[in-house]
């Protein structure tokens, strides 16, 4: 008899989404729940997470405020986490930071939190999640870098260098995890609409954003456009799939 379930349905998987309270954790969370999947969704902002919780459709999802920066307690967290809803099928880190800031501006401490968010936390989230009783024998783990790690832009050295880095390190973790059945994968955005792109606004005439968003041929992108993506990564649809970076761009890096 030929099995007709869609490798996309996530029905009965539980998901840990990093930076659920905003843009494309946010969305993330809200079509991986689309999919039948359990969502727990966290960030430092619980007002945030709830909001997102009511979003989701109905089912067993959960808010678990966190900050992800504290980096020695990833570990210990993510063992309660498993404790309470049995073991992740897929974690969706989603958190990061960026500011635009150039060479010359740029302090050390800016450079510490921009690698510690965007980096740090996800080599401590991969090592959480491989923890025995943390991960059902089967695991996808995604990574949200940048095209800014692939292609080159002014003021965005520490983003762009933490975001290149989460890309070596998924090639480097799929090496390591496959014999684990853990799945190691990137997904590079270019510019989507969401609160972040927002922010790029605020600090762009209207002029210069207007050639950020020409050098997308397709235009900007969606949150949800990302999410799709993630939600692909994290399904039976990707069960080949490891130490991959999948750029979506609207063609930006094309040209």
Same mark, same amino acid.
Not at 64 to 72: A, I, K, R, S
Not at 73 to 94: D, E, N, Q, T
Not at 133 to 151: E, T, Y
């Given at each position: 008899?030929?099995?007709?379930?869609?490798?996309?349905?996530?029905?009965?998987?539980?998901?840990?989404?990093?930076?659920?309270?905003?843009?494309?954790?946010?969305?993330?969370?809200?079509?991986?729940?689309?999919?039948?999947?359990?969502?727990?969704?966290?960030?430092?902002?619980?007002?945030?997470?709830?909001?997102?919780?009511?979003?989701?459709?109905?089912?067993?999802?959960?808010?678990?405020?966190?900050?992800?920066?504290?980096?020695?307690?990833?570990?210990?967290? #993510?063992?309660?986490?498993?404790?309470?809803?049995?073991? #992740?099928?897929?974690?969706?880190?989603?958190?990061?930071?960026?500011?635009?800031?150039?060479?010359?501006?740029?302090?050390?401490?800016?450079?510490?939190?921009?690698?510690? &968010?965007?980096?740090?936390?996800?080599?401590?989230?991969?090592?959480?999640?491989?923890?025995?009783?943390?991960?059902?024998?089967?695991?996808?783990?995604?990574?949200?870098?940048?095209?800014?790690?692939?292609?080159?832009?002014?003021?965005?050295?520490?983003?762009?260098?933490?975001?290149?880095?989460?890309?070596?390190?998924?090639?480097?973790?799929?090496?390591?995890?496959?014999?684990?059945?853990?799945?190691?994968?990137?997904?590079?955005?270019?510019?989507?609409?969401?609160?972040?792109?927002?922010?790029?606004?605020?600090?762009?005439?209207?002029?210069?954003?207007?050639?950020?968003?020409?050098?997308?041929? &397709?235009?900007?992108?969606?949150?949800?456009?990302?999410?799709?993506?993630?939600?692909?990564?994290?399904?039976?649809?990707?069960?080949?799939?490891?130490?991959?970076?999948?750029?979506?761009?609207?063609?930006?890096?094309?040209?």
């Amino acid at each position: 008899m030929t099995d007709t379930t869609s490798p996309l349905d996530l029905s009965g998987r539980t998901v840990l989404v990093t930076g659920g309270s905003s843009g494309i954790g946010r969305e993330t969370a809200i079509v991986l729940a689309e999919l039948g999947a359990r969502v727990v969704v966290t960030a430092r902002r619980i007002h945030e997470l709830e909001a997102t919780i009511e979003r989701l459709p109905s089912g067993d999802h959960a808010v678990e405020p966190f900050d992800m920066t504290d980096l020695e307690a990833i570990a210990g967290w #993510f063992k309660s986490l498993a404790s309470r809803y049995g073991p #992740f099928h897929g974690v969706m880190h989603a958190a990061g930071l960026r500011k635009t800031i150039g060479l010359r501006g740029l302090s050390v401490e800016v450079l510490h939190q921009t690698f510690r &968010l965007n980096l740090d936390s996800a080599v401590m989230l991969a090592k959480a999640f491989r923890q025995k009783g943390c991960v059902n024998p089967i695991g996808s783990l995604v990574f949200v870098s940048s095209v800014s790690g692939i292609v080159g832009a002014p003021a965005t050295a520490a983003y762009a260098a933490s975001k290149a880095a989460l890309i070596g390190l998924a090639k480097s973790l799929a090496i390591e995890l496959a014999v684990e059945g853990i799945r190691v994968n990137c997904i590079a955005p270019g510019v989507v609409e969401s609160e972040m792109t927002d922010e790029i606004r605020r600090t762009l005439s209207d002029e210069q954003f207007a050639v950020i968003v020409a050098q997308h041929p &397709l235009g900007l992108g969606t949150t949800r456009d990302v999410a799709y993506a993630a939600a692909y990564l994290l399904s039976d649809a990707a069960r080949w799939m490891t130490g991959h970076t999948l750029v979506l761009d609207g063609g930006f890096s094309a040209q």
